[in-house]
């Protein structure tokens, strides 16, 4: 709005001057127009009267001349007359009020006296004083009409949209740039306006494509994270299941023997039974611990690690067999779903069946009331994640992979919690329901296959785990040294 203001002054002074100058000049112009009009009318009207008197002077003689020129010197006459002897003709004498010329009359050759012409100038102060007037008005008329106009040209084509421009320039200093500004005009301002807007949008693209690589590089450090507290535990869990592996079989074998001996009162034997079904859980945890740490990588991925394509539907058939008890006793009913073609990755199908029985028991135990839980079968294209290692090559930016999904109606992943479920030993679960191993297996033995596990999950709605499986087998070279590093 102030360069609007200032547009407007300017334009305002401008036109005073401009109209004030021509006033100024214009006045000049006529004075000087008069003034030569003036002088004309006295030298032809001068010359009139000397040839006159120069012919009655010439003729009738001197008396006759005088005569004449008295009768022409009328007092109310303009301009006056005035007759001055002598053969020398006095200097001008016009001022600014009054208008003086002389012009000498010639008889024989000889000047025998001076015409003087005198003629007031008051209608020029007169005309100065009209044009004065008239100039201030018209100027005054022109001032506020062309006031007015400025004014709102210049607040609707120049103060309004820089008005615009300086608030979108100070959104996107804000940080928001997703409005654009929007000036219907083809000038300079709307082709400003169509700059910031392109400005905008690159900057918006710029920024979600930054947005995008930070947490993709975060979810990758995240990933990588995990993997290594994986490993780490593994290595730990292979140590521990190796030394109670050994004291646990004498300890369960001394059991069993005591009892079955008959010998022993019925207290102690049914003490020693409880003593080997606890050890037996022991046993049963002592082999998750195995299973997790086997799955560490123990069994290099790619064309080395002896996988055909297995049949799905028979893995999942048996697994869903198997769990049919668990979940009767929930009054749950799983449903196999397949989607189309039922794929046939590579993989080993005694870890897959293990994958999806440990998903199952999951989405079993987190259905509190009765429903079902669907297991899901088919193919996607997908973009798999940054450190997965090794990465399927060959193929396009979004390979098709297998699909096997368990999806349950219970009471979902709280938020907080859910970056955590495939840490090993952690668990929601009530005492004695599981160990915190299964996600952590699972996870390990899907990353061992070149595959992926993505959760989705909502509170008191269900959760979804689906796994996902390269239909061909990464291209990776693996040294002996690194197989026997793996495998010791």
């Not at 949209?161 to 005009?185: F, M, S, W, Y």
């Not at 955590?420 to 990353?447: D, M, N, Q």
């Amino acid at each position: 709005m102030k360069l609007a203001r200032k547009l407007i002054l300017s334009t305002i002074v401008g036109l005073v001057v401009v109209l004030s100058t021509n006033a100024y000049y214009r006045v000049q112009r006529e004075l000087a127009a008069f003034d030569r009009e003036m002088r004309q009318n006295h030298e032809v009207l001068a010359r009139v009267l000397e040839r006159s008197a120069s012919d009655l002077w010439s003729t009738q003689g001197r008396e006759a001349a005088l005569i004449f020129l008295r009768t022409v010197q009328a007092p109310d006459q303009v301009p006056h007359i005035r007759w001055l002897e002598g053969s020398s003709v006095p200097p001008p004498m016009s001022t600014s009020s009054m208008m003086v010329s002389h012009f000498p009359v010639h008889v024989g050759g000889q000047v025998v006296g001076t015409l003087e012409l005198s003629q007031p100038r008051d209608f020029a102060a007169t005309y100065v004083r009209t044009t004065i007037v008239r100039s201030i008005v018209l100027t005054l008329v022109a001032v506020l009409t062309v006031g007015a106009l400025a004014t709102i040209l210049g607040l609707e084509f120049v103060g309004r949209p820089i008005n615009k421009l300086v608030a979108q320039v100070a959104r996107i200093g804000d940080g928001a740039i997703e409005t654009p500004i929007t000036l219907k005009q083809h000038d300079e301002l709307g082709e400003m306006a169509a700059a910031i807007n392109a400005m905008c949008a690159r900057l918006e693209e710029t920024r979600q494509a930054l947005a995008a690589s930070t947490e993709e590089h975060l979810r990758a450090q995240d990933q990588l994270r995990h993997a290594d507290r994986l490993a780490t535990v593994g290595k730990l869990a292979s140590g521990v299941a190796h030394e109670l592996g050994t004291p646990l079989g004498v300890a369960l074998m001394r059991a069993n023997l005591l009892a079955t001996n008959a010998a022993l009162p019925r207290e102690a034997r049914e003490g020693a039974r409880i003593i080997g079904e606890q050890i037996d859980r022991i046993t049963h945890i002592v082999r998750q611990l195995l299973d997790f740490a086997r799955g560490r990588g123990t069994t290099p991925p790619g064309p080395h690690a002896r996988r055909s394509p297995v049949d799905l539907i028979a893995i999942v058939e048996r697994a869903v067999t198997m769990l049919q008890p668990l979940a009767m006793k929930r009054r749950l009913v799983i449903e196999i779903v397949p989607d189309g073609v039922v794929p046939k990755p590579p993989a080993n199908p005694e870890q897959i069946e293990q994958v999806l029985v440990n998903l199952l028991v999951n989405a079993i135990h987190a259905s509190e009331r009765q429903g079902k839980v669907t297991v899901g079968l088919g193919t996607a294209g997908a973009k798999p994640p940054a450190d997965l290692t090794p990465p399927v090559g060959g193929l396009s930016d979004e390979p098709r992979y297998a699909v096997l999904s368990v999806k349950d109606e219970g009471i979902g992943i709280a938020p907080d919690i859910l970056p955590r479920i495939f840490e090993p030993f952690f668990t929601t679960k009530h005492v004695g329901e599981g160990t915190g191993l299964g996600l952590s297996v699972a996870y390990g033995i899907v990353r061992e296959h070149s595959g992926w596990i993505e959760v989705a999950s909502e509170r008191n709605k269900g959760s979804c785990f689906r796994v996902f499986l390269p239909m061909e087998l990464p291209e990776v070279q693996w040294s002996s040294s690194t197989t026997l590093e793996k495998i010791g």
